[in-house]
């Protein structure tokens, strides 16, 4: 039974989701709390993995990563076996089953082209219990959905706990010790400058300094991850739109803004823009549907996939799930 948070825990964990590195002070701060109850709720939030803080990588900043969406339909009673197998793969950043049970979506970050065709050729097509596949790049994922804070805080708040993006970010140039601060960063979002240091054999003014460079420039974003039904979340959705190719652009950066998107990229395939929705509701769903899809110009086609259970979200196993 995944129990609701309450309101000061979830104003909290939604503070984690604008600002993963957010120091305690600067959550209370902006909730209105005092410091001493941040750590008070936060930490066993964090202890208990409520909470998990991470980074992923941005795979236009990886030339050698290929991201790839695949859409896995599988024997309905062999699909909580596949999920499993795909979340245990390191290169896999999702992990959902979807619609009537006999489907999965997985986003994977693959190393290069023959870990592409090992994965497509051989395999999935070795996995009696696969019944089909179809499979989409990920041609530009529109960074504005990676905002979503789950509706729970003000504009206000939000813009307190958020640095400034409105200027163009500047693409640092990756350097060695960059990559051994990104791997520290996706095992511990929260770790500090000086633990960062330590594992990249550095100076914490230095590892704080490159940390804010590759968040800054886009080449790494932090994110914190948590079963959205604790917040109140009952209903996730994947949208296949297809959408004219002259208003692609236009159409993605729109959605990628609306509080109820988690996640939106422009694909390969014959839906050219995937679209992740959190709702709290069935009619919720329905709203964002009518009006807010309704009213876009260039969308010519829309499949809605409901999500039954999420098995892997930014790169980390969901507890229980497996």
């Known amino acids: 039974m995944r129990h609701l948070l309450n309101e000061k825990d979830s104003r909290i964990a939604a503070a984690m989701l604008a600002s993963p590195r957010a120091s305690w002070r600067t959550v209370g701060r902006v909730l209105g709390l005092s410091e001493r109850t941040v750590v008070r709720r936060a930490a066993p939030l964090f202890g208990d993995g409520t909470l998990r803080a991470t980074a992923v990588r941005n795979p236009v900043h990886f030339p050698e990563l290929i991201p790839l969406a695949l859409r896995i339909r599988c024997r309905p009673n062999r699909i909580s076996a596949i999920a499993a197998t795909l979340a245990r793969r390191p290169d896999t950043i999702w992990v959902d089953v979807l619609g009537g049970g006999d489907e999965i979506c997985t986003v994977l970050f693959l190393d290069g082209p023959d870990a592409r065709n090992n994965l497509l050729l051989r395999d999935l097509p070795a996995t009696p219990a696969v019944q089909s596949w179809t ?154 549907l009518s009006e807010t899809i309704g009213a876009l110009e260039h969308i010519t086609t829309l499949e809605v996939t409901p999500i039954l259970t999420g098995v892997k979200r930014t790169g980390l196993v969901r507890p229980g799930s497996l």
Do not use: C
């Not at 095992?187 to 960062?196: F, I, K, N, Q, V």
């Not at 694909?267 to 964002?288: K, P, R």
């Open 135 to 288: 499979s989409h790049v990920l041609l530009r994922v529109f960074p504005a959905a990676f905002d979503w804070s789950g509706g729970l805080l003000t504009q206000t708040e939000l813009t307190s706990l958020r640095p400034d993006l409105s200027a163009a970010p500047t693409h640092p140039v990756l350097q060695p010790l960059d990559h051994q601060l990104i791997t520290a960063l996706i095992e511990d979002g929260r770790a500090s400058y000086t633990d960062l240091a330590r594992r990249a054999n550095t100076t914490a003014l230095t590892a704080r300094r490159r940390v804010e460079a590759l968040v800054g420039g886009q080449v790494l974003r932090l994110a914190t991850e948590v079963d959205l039904a604790r917040l109140g979340i009952r209903t996730e959705a994947l949208l296949w739109i297809t959408v004219a190719p002259g208003g692609l652009e236009e159409t993605g950066q729109q959605l990628s803004r609306h509080p109820q998107v988690r996640f939106a990229s422009a694909t390969t395939g014959s839906a050219n823009l995937l679209v992740a929705v959190a709702a709290t509701d069935l009619d919720a769903l329905y709203h964002f």
